[in-house]
């Protein structure tokens, strides 16, 4: 059974910090990239970072970039993602997904998805 299991959200003021992790399991780590879309209330999901299990290759969202971390412990089969200086505008739920390797980090193709934590930034 697949499984993408998220954890470490949770509520933080402006200027804070979370990680969230993503455990995988029941599939082939090494052949999908892995990461976060988030989704907050009224607006569209969105791609944020992954990261590639096969080269360590990574890809931020233009509004995270300087901000926000990823990494991947293949030992593990887990994906991190560390969120700093975070925003308002950073609320959302994020969720946890893969991407067969050499596809295109968007919604429409992902192979797998979490269930989604939620972050709460306070002004």
């Known amino acids: 059974e697949v499984q993408l299991v998220e954890s470490g959200g949770g509520l933080v003021q402006a200027g804070g910090s979370l990680r969230l992790s993503c455990a995988a399991s029941?599939?082939?780590?090494?052949?999908?990239?892995i990461g976060w879309f988030r989704q907050a209330p009224g607006k569209e999901r969105e791609g944020v970072s992954c990261?590639?299990?096969?080269?360590?290759?990574?890809y931020y969202a233009d509004p995270v970039k300087g901000r926000f971390t990823i990494s991947s412990d293949n030992a593990k089969n887990t994906v991190y993602l560390q969120m700093n200086s975070l925003k308002p505008e950073d609320t959302a739920v994020y969720y946890c997904?893969?991407?067969?390797?050499?596809?295109?980090?968007?919604?429409?193709?992902?192979?797998?998805w979490g269930k989604g934590t939620l972050v709460t930034v306070s002004s």
């Open positions: 029941g599939f082939t780590f090494d052949d999908y990239a």
């Open positions: 990261i590639s299990s096969r080269d360590g290759s990574t």
């Open positions: 997904a893969a991407v067969k390797s050499g596809s295109y980090w968007v919604s429409g193709g992902v192979d797998y």
